[in-house]
């Protein structure tokens, strides 16, 4: 069973930057794809980056490309997500997550659908 912890979120002002981190624990290997995801309040399920961990390969939505940067280190099990620039739009709960351990695709899949295992998430708050 794969288990995902986040951390690192908390109140920045808007142009400052926060760093997260997931710490994947349990049998990942065959997750290709690590993710994350964010919700806020009244507002569905937004995909913010993932990445190929075997390759290294990123994608990014839309309204974060440029500001936001996925990395990993596979040494540490963990994933992270470099946030600058921050915006109030910013502000959600943000999760991360592992894609199924049947999914493989021919580039860096951002739907929902794909992750099976999603962490608790973590609180980003962008302050005007």
């Known amino acids: 069973q794969v288990q995902l912890v986040e951390s690192g979120g908390g109140s920045v002002q808007a142009g400052g930057s926060l760093r997260l981190s997931c710490v994947a624990s349990?049998?990942?290997?065959?997750?290709?794809?690590m993710g994350w995801f964010r919700q806020a309040p009244g507002k569905e399920r937004e995909a913010v980056a993932a990445i190929y961990t075997a390759g290294g390969s990123t994608d990014y939505g839309d309204s974060v490309k440029g500001r936001f940067t996925i990395s990993q280190d596979n040494a540490k099990h963990t994933v992270y997500l470099q946030m600058n620039s921050l915006k109030p739009d910013d502000t959600a709960m943000y999760y991360c997550a592992a894609s199924k351990t049947w999914v493989r695709r021919r580039y860096v899949t951002l739907d929902p659908a794909d992750f099976g295992y999603w962490g608790q998430g973590t609180q980003v708050t962008v302050s005007s």
């Open positions: 349990g049998y990942t290997g065959s997750s290709v794809y």
